[in-house]
């Protein structure tokens, strides 16, 4: 069966060592390059990212640094050219193209600027879309869907379609879709990317809720003030990570002073 061109890989032979159970995602030397006519673009010039299960962290840098390669490539929508991806104990980037797309389905909830959301179809029905491919049966999609969008607060909109709702709640249901399969990983790329400040803020309170309760987030943004509300923040440039910073842990240091240790 023919691959599309760029996901031939370069496999390594064999695999590092396997990652800790609380290490949802663990990258060694990713590398992804494009080529453009004569020219090669190296998108991801050797990431290592170790991401823990229930952290919250922001994918930062300038336009061209990488940052939707990296999501692409966590998100397994792309596959990297060398090096290792495991997602949830799982070597993903050994996989072929089919297992790669069972594993999106049910390992990744997408969050997109745009909201990605069906015009014609009720938010119900948008946030039960995952669970139709998931094969589940009309019953049980109804009432998790339904609870899903009670988790966002938008248990009183659930028949509105979305050119009948504000962009803050368009976006809710796009976060009660991508939860609604319940993902070990929620990505978001630039969630608040089209929404005014006061809308941005009410969704970075959601998102905080949500990484209480346990989710793991990452999310893209260009936006520092958006990434602030994150523990974590990691900074690309030129396709490589040149700061990997947590705001939790500096926090700690000041508020937990060692007297008792
Ligand atoms: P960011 O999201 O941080 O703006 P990208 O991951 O989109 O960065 O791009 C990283 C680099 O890879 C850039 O130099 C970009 O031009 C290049 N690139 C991204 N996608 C492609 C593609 N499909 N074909 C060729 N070059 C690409
Ligand atoms: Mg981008």
């Known amino acids: 069966m023919p691959e599309p061109l760029d996901s031939v890989a370069v496999k390594p032979a064999t695999p590092g060592t396997r990652p800790a159970t609380h290490e949802v995602i663990v990258t060694r030397g990713l590398l ?13 010039t050797g990431v290592d990212l170790t991401i823990d299960r229930g952290e919250y962290v922001a994918i930062m840098g300038p336009s061209g640094s990488g940052k939707s390669t990296l999501m ?13 991806y495991w997602l949830n104990g799982q070597l993903v980037s050994v996989m072929s193209e089919r297992r790669l797309a069972g ?19 009720t938010a119900l029905h948008n946030v039960e879309l995952p669970l139709i491919y998931a094969g589940i049966g009309r019953r049980e999609r109804q009432e998790r869907a339904q609870e899903s ?3 966002v607060g938008l248990s009183d909109r659930m028949l509105h379609r979305p050119a009948e709702l504000s962009g803050g709640q ?17 990505l978001a790329d630039e969630p608040t990317g089209a929404l005014d400040s006061a809308t941005a803020a009410e969704i970075m309170q959601l998102f905080e809720e949500l990484h209480r309760q346990g989710n793991t987030l990452i999310m893209v943004t260009h936006d520092s003030e958006v990434a602030a509300h994150a523990a974590r923040q990691v900074n690309l440039k030129d396709g490589r990570i040149e700061a990997d910073t947590s705001r939790a842990e500096a926090r700690e240091d000041v508020d937990h002073v060692p007297e008792h240790v």
């Open 149 to 151: 969008l009670e988790r």
């Open 170 to 186: 368009r976006q809710r249901v796009a976060i009660a879709r991508a939860l609604v399969t319940g993902p070990s990983i929620l």
């Open 32 to 44: 992804r390059r494009y080529r453009m006519g004569d020219a090669e673009i190296l998108a991801l």
């Open 72 to 84: 692409n490539v966590i998100g397994c929508l792309d596959q990297a050219d060398e090096g290792e």
């Open 103 to 121: 594993i999106r389905n049910r390992e990744i909830g997408f969050v997109f600027q745009n909201f990605n959301l069906l015009h014609r179809a």
